[in-house]
């Protein structure tokens, strides 16, 4: 019911004459709607999504092992560096957009490109990890006199 309320307020400001139908009281509590604006409604969609999520999909469900999560489950583990980057790349995407007056490709170049990045970053973060661990020593060789007495060779 409250993401059907989210919806509809999300309408009304896109569109004039149906946002004219609400009482000015109501459409000035959710619009503008936009990133900038983090109002407590926009916090309270999240949490409400988050609660969807957790409740409805187990962690055992086998559709969190499918390779295409792979991607997403990198960025998840190595978060910082991800939103460290992603601050950065957000300025270059403003940047570009406002030399390309913002056209739809010009967007969905961005986005892709940041996406690509970001992903990349995730696994250099994780590779890079794997690298600084110390290698575990070999185990020494088994010898005749650690063989039990019955072992065939003796």
């Not at 900038?36 to 926009?42: G, I, K, N």
């Not at 991607?71 to 601050?87: A, E, T, Y």
Request: with cysteine; glycine share 8%; net charge positive.
């Amino acid at each position: 019911m409250y993401l059907v309320f989210a919806l509809i307020m999300t309408m009304a400001g896109r569109f004039e004459a149906f946002g004219d139908l609400f009482p000015k009281w109501l459409y000035d509590a959710f619009n503008p709607n936009d990133k900038t604006f983090l109002a407590p409604y926009r916090v309270l969609h999240f949490v409400v999504i988050a609660f969807f999520v957790t409740r409805f999909v187990r962690k055992d469900w086998p559709g969190l092992e499918w390779k295409i999560f792979d991607p997403l489950m990198k960025c998840g583990q190595q978060s910082l560096q991800v939103f460290c980057v992603g601050v950065f790349l957000s300025f270059v995407a403003h940047f570009i957009l406002l030399l390309s007056w913002g056209t739809f490709w010009a967007q969905l170049g961005v986005s892709i490109g940041g996406i690509a990045i970001l992903t990349a970053v995730a696994y250099y973060g994780n590779w890079s990890k794997k690298q600084d661990k110390p290698s575990r020593p070999a185990p020494p060789p088994a010898t005749a006199a650690m063989k039990p007495a019955g072992a065939p060779g003796n």
